[in-house]
């Protein structure tokens, strides 16, 4: 080999946390630097190594002290944060120690935000190191504010919406859940607040969304958080279709039903099916599991509804017998694809930002459920900023009730805001797939990272570590 000439190819490390909502937008931003011409090799822990599979990305394992369980063997957040920052820091630089006895070292680490400890690893290496965050810029936009002192906790809204520069008024139900109650989940809390703790040691700072859908959020903020809009980062295929083979993210943490799926809605006609999911990590009560089942009773459309293995007993006694035909029920599959389906009509969803980005990117109308954390922001602009969907009202029990259910997926699927949702949708569909396309915004901001790390290896430039 000419290891002058393997010299000058750029080498990323990319680091998400080993999480599904949050490995699949860094392995996707992984496989865009790959196509561009950048060695791109995936970092991940040693239990969720096992569950990637892609072609373009190399993938090592680093280790969290958690090497066969992973979170599930920690048990608690403190714990689990700690211990991946203590054995993650060191496993990364061995890895990137061992990369440099090789022809390609590494130039950049690009980490995921709730793991500010790498761009330590990065600055004790010399190499650039680039925080990517997997939140909306809106959320990002909060967040900033309370780190600056702008905005102190716990977040009280009373008479009057919180008012923002960049944002709408939110009300109480709009802002981030555990801001307003800081004790509910105080290590989630304090994960989300180290986000900032050395970004303005960051090289680059990287969002997964788009100049057109939140440029005006993240210039509000840009100051404290000068992001690089670099989304959506969904497979190509459901957007540019630049990155050949490139339909799934590559990553998955359960077994996926999709042929199952795909062969049952080939049954059903156009726009007539609703699909419910509410991400790998949302527990719903088994009393919101049964007005949920009651309301899908009672619609005229069809439904496919994801519910995992461990969320199954909540479902009513008999409800899958009583809706054969009507309904499928299946454990995991991948979404995109189900997304991407002509049949579907409706996306039912927690309103997690992966799920968000992708219902806006593949133009399919929603029906907002948040349930906790940033959800609750993201819904507020799926309902009245973006217009793309309505937003479930929950009762004083913090249930939405199957009547509220039904009411908003008729005014989804069959009337009321129909006809404007889903011409807000198709708008937003286009303008994702030109973000992401050739010259478009997002491809711009990319294109500039990879000629500065393309210079950067050619004249073998560090990164001033003072």
């Not at 790959?34 to 990305?57: D, E, H, P, W």
């Not at 009300?171 to 859940?177: A, F, L, M, Q």
């Not at 989630?188 to 680059?204: E, I, R």
């Not at 217009?387 to 005014?411: H, N, P």
Request: a negative charge; aromatic letters at 10%.
């Amino acid at each position: 080999m000419d290891t002058e000439k393997s010299m000058k190819i750029p080498h990323v490390i990319v680091l998400p946390y080993p999480s599904q909502g949050h490995i699949n937008p860094l392995l996707q931003f992984a496989k865009r630097l790959a196509a561009k011409g950048v060695k791109a090799t995936l970092a991940t822990t040693f239990y969720t190594v096992k569950s990637i599979r892609t072609t373009n990305v190399v993938v090592k394992p680093i280790s969290d002290g958690f090497d066969n369980g992973g979170f599930a063997d920690a048990k608690k957040e403190d714990i689990y944060i700690n211990s991946f920052r203590e054995n993650g820091s060191r496993t990364l630089s061995e890895l990137i120690e061992e990369y440099e006895k090789t022809d390609f070292p590494v130039n950049c680490i690009i980490y995921d935000s709730f793991l500010p400890w790498a761009l330590d690893v990065a600055k004790k290496h010399g190499i650039y190191g680039a925080s990517f965050f997997t939140n909306s810029a809106a959320v990002c936009a909060v967040f900033c504010h309370i780190h600056s002192g702008a905005l102190t906790l716990p977040v009280v809204i009373k008479d009057k919406p919180l008012s923002l520069p960049g944002l709408p008024p939110l009300n109480n139900c709009d802002v981030p859940g555990f801001i307003k109650a800081p004790e509910s989940y105080p290590a989630y809390l304090a994960m989300k607040m180290s986000q900032f703790s050395n970004l303005d040691k960051a090289d680059y700072v990287f969002a997964n969304t788009f100049q057109e859908l939140e440029g005006r959020e993240a210039k509000s903020v840009s100051n404290m958080w000068p992001a690089k809009l670099i989304g959506p980062m969904v497979p190509s295929a459901y957007l540019d279709n630049r990155i050949e083979e490139d339909r799934v993210y590559g990553a998955s943490l359960w077994k996926p039903l999709s042929e199952q799926c795909i062969t049952w809605l080939k049954t059903k006609p156009n726009k007539s099916v609703i699909y419910i999911s509410f991400g790998s990590m949302v527990q719903l009560t088994s009393k919101q599991m049964e007005e949920m089942a009651r309301a899908l009773m009672c619609t005229n459309s069809y439904f496919l509804w994801v519910v995992r293995e461990t969320e199954r007993n909540k479902l009513p006694a008999g409800f899958i017998d009583s809706t054969k035909g009507k309904g499928l029920i299946v454990s995991w599959c991948n979404q995109l694809e189900m997304l991407a389906h002509q049949a579907i009509g409706c996306f039912v969803t927690h309103c997690g930002w992966n799920s968000t980005i992708e219902g806006l990117s593949l133009g399919v109308p929603m029906v907002g459920m948040p349930q906790w954390s940033d959800q609750m922001t993201d819904a507020k602009f799926i309902e009245d900023v973006w217009r793309v969907g309505v937003r479930a009202k929950e009762d004083e029990f913090g249930i939405v009730s199957r009547e509220e259910l039904l009411y908003c997926l008729k005014q989804v699927m069959e009337g009321g805001r129909n006809e404007e949702i889903k011409m807000n949708a198709r708008k937003w569909k286009e303008l994702a797939k030109e973000a992401i396309d050739e010259g478009g915004s997002s491809d711009t901001c990319i294109n500039e990272f990879v000629g500065q790390l393309m210079s950067a290896a050619l004249n073998s430039i560090v990164p001033n570590n003072e």
